[in-house]
């Protein structure tokens, strides 16, 4: 059965919602019903993304912003807006949001991809965390802003970007490149990956912020042999060889590189009582940024069931730390061997933000004024998101979508996952906390 609520109607016994909670909720259940699937294929994306671009326009626009719409080619659209804070001298703070979410077999859904249904008070659909709740949430708190003439202490900066699960290309990277105008003066943004909590001992709750995120780049694998009949084995054969890399690869770990996302990680969690052996369902996320890793993620070879090809290939995708650019290629090559060819592409750098930037003394406050006993941990997103995009600006970004969750509960494994959900009543503690937060950077 479908909860009634809508309007924002809490669990039983919760606190009632107030007027900005439910704005949010309503907002963010509007924009999951529009279906803005972003497949990669120009040919199968279709007009979501414009039309959910030209909802957050409405509602900004009604709220009394000036807004600007950009669309770089039909269907994919990117909407920003401005808020002019107290302190002139303050670099602009970027909130942003994507608008596309990734595709769905709805046969693998218990209920439906964008119906934005609540069940037991928790919120199902397509974007439910990644993210048209930041989004929602965003929208909400701009409009409420302007229309209760609240005056954050530096200009706002409301981005809500196209593309961001096909790399940005029509979204922010875009934008980036051809309007960098509407980010003037801009130092810093907040978006995804973070804000989530985890369990602590006695009850309490971490909450992690991506301050860095690892470069991308791609590998290519290629082992050359002999061509020959299938009936005739050679000692040559491209395709072994190429086995032998790729299994090698698979096998490899990569050593821990202690950055500074990583330095602050452990001293915050151990300090807070958390044990770096029990980190539970984020032991694999924590651990992709502690290192460089290479994951084999397509292989080609031959055509002919009774001929061994000349060539093989492997595509790796290889995830970079800060500062370990040409290490990973070292290692890479070192672990594959003379006798297997490696090429490179799609260089995008990784990028840090300081871990100790007073705007992270902001989210510790605003998690603290809503979980006393709640603490801010830093830690390397091993991802990528838009954040990469506006650093070529010089904004340095930081994931932090506030939303406390039961002990049990992985917000990270949503991402992307069938019956992609969330609670009620944690998008009602990221209202609160982020509208804190925009207030008071």
Same mark, same amino acid.
């Given at each position: 059965m479908?909860?009634?609520?809508?309007?924002?109607?809490?669990?039983p016994? =919760?606190p009632?919602?107030?007027?900005?909670?439910?704005?949010? *909720?309503?907002?963010i259940?509007?924009?999951?019903?529009?279906?803005?699937v972003? !497949?990669?294929?120009?040919?199968?994306?279709?007009?979501?993304?414009?039309?959910?671009a030209?909802?957050?326009?409405?509602?900004?626009?009604?709220a009394?912003?000036?807004?600007?719409?950009?669309?770089?080619?039909p269907?994919?659209?990117?909407v920003?807006?401005?808020?002019?804070?107290?302190?002139?001298?303050?670099?602009? *703070?970027?909130?942003?949001?994507?608008?596309?979410v990734?595709p769905?077999?709805?046969?693998?859904?218990? @209920?439906?991809?964008?119906?934005?249904?609540i069940?037991?008070?928790?919120?199902?659909?397509?974007?439910?965390?990644?993210? #048209?709740d930041?989004?929602?949430?965003?929208?909400?708190?701009?409009?409420a802003?302007?229309?209760?003439?609240i005056?954050?202490?530096?200009?706002?900066v409301?981005?809500?970007?196209?593309?961001?699960?096909? +790399?940005?290309?029509? =979204?922010?990277? %875009?934008?980036?490149?051809?309007?960098?105008?509407?980010?003037a003066?801009?130092?810093?943004?907040?978006?995804?990956?973070?804000?989530?909590?985890?369990?602590?001992?006695?009850?309490?709750?971490?909450?992690?912020?991506? !301050?860095?995120? #690892? =470069?991308?780049s791609?590998?290519?694998?290629?082992?050359? +042999?002999?061509a020959?009949?299938?009936?005739?084995?050679?000692?040559?054969?491209?395709?072994?060889?190429?086995?032998?890399?790729v299994?090698?690869v698979g096998?490899?770990?990569?050593?821990?590189?202690?950055t500074?996302?990583?330095e602050?990680?452990?001293?915050t %969690?151990e300090?807070?009582?958390?044990?770096?052996?029990?980190?539970?369902?984020?032991a694999?996320?924590?651990?992709?940024g502690?290192?460089?890793?290479?994951?084999p993620?397509?292989?080609?070879?031959?055509?002919?069931?009774?001929?061994?090809?000349?060539?093989?290939?492997?595509?790796?995708?290889?995830?970079?730390?800060p +500062?370990? @650019?040409?290490?990973?290629?070292?290692?890479?090559?070192?672990?594959v061997?003379?006798?297997?060819?490696?090429?490179w592409?799609?260089?995008?750098?990784a990028?840090?933000a300081?871990?100790?930037?007073?705007?992270?003394?902001?989210?510790?406050?605003?998690?603290?004024?809503?979980?006393?006993?709640?603490?801010? $941990?830093?830690y *390397?997103?091993?991802?990528?998101?838009?954040? #990469?995009? *506006?650093?070529r600006?010089?904004?340095?970004?930081? +994931?932090?979508?506030?939303?406390?969750?039961?002990?049990d509960?992985?917000?990270?494994?949503?991402f992307h996952a069938?019956?992609?959900? $969330?609670?009620?009543?944690?998008?009602?503690? =990221?209202?609160?906390?982020?509208?804190?937060?925009?207030r008071?950077?």
């Open positions: 479908v909860d009634e609520i809508g309007s924002g109607s809490p669990q016994g =919760g009632p919602p107030d007027a900005l909670e439910t704005e949010a *909720l309503e907002l259940r509007a924009l999951i019903r529009i279906d803005s972003n !497949t990669g294929d120009p040919a199968t994306i279709g007009d979501g993304e414009t039309r959910a030209r909802f957050v326009q409405a509602q900004l626009e009604d009394g912003y000036e807004t600007t719409r950009v669309e770089p080619v269907g994919r659209a990117s920003i807006a401005r808020l002019a804070g107290s302190d002139p001298d303050a670099g602009a *703070l970027v909130a942003h949001a994507h608008l596309d990734v769905v077999d709805a046969a693998d859904w218990s @209920h439906p991809p964008f119906g934005a249904e069940h037991d008070g928790i919120l199902y659909g397509r974007g439910a965390v990644d993210m #048209k930041f989004a929602g949430m965003l929208l909400a708190i701009a409009r802003f302007r229309r209760e003439g005056v954050p202490r530096r200009d706002l409301f981005a809500f970007f196209a593309d961001e699960e096909a +790399g940005g290309v029509w =979204g922010a990277r %875009w934008i980036v490149q051809n309007r960098p105008e509407l980010f003066g801009a130092t810093e943004a907040i978006s995804e990956v973070g804000g989530f909590s985890l369990p602590l001992p006695g009850d309490r709750r971490a909450y992690l912020v991506a !301050t860095a995120e #690892k =470069g991308v791609t590998a290519t694998l290629t082992a050359r +042999g002999r020959a009949h299938g009936s005739r084995p050679t000692a040559d054969n491209a395709v072994v060889r190429l086995a032998q890399a299994a090698a096998a490899h770990a990569f050593p821990v590189v202690r500074a996302a990583l602050r990680f452990v001293d %969690w300090r807070a009582g958390g044990r770096l052996d029990d980190l539970g369902f984020a694999s996320l924590i651990d992709a502690m290192r460089n890793t290479a994951s993620t397509v292989l080609a070879a031959g055509g002919k069931a009774n001929v061994i090809p000349a060539t093989a290939s492997a595509t790796l995708d290889v995830r970079i730390v +500062g370990q @650019h040409d290490a990973v290629r070292a290692e890479l090559a070192a672990v061997g003379d006798d297997i060819e490696v090429t592409a799609r260089d995008i750098a990028i840090e300081p871990v100790d930037a007073p705007l992270v003394e902001v989210l510790q406050r605003a998690i603290g004024a809503e979980d006393p006993e709640g603490v801010v $941990v830093p *390397l997103l091993p991802a990528s998101t838009d954040n #990469k995009h *506006l650093s600006l010089g904004i340095r970004g930081y +994931g932090f979508v506030p939303l406390r969750v039961p002990a509960f992985d917000v990270f494994g949503q069938a019956d992609e959900c $969330v609670p009620v009543e944690a998008l009602a503690f =990221g209202t609160r906390v982020t509208a804190r937060i925009l008071e950077a």
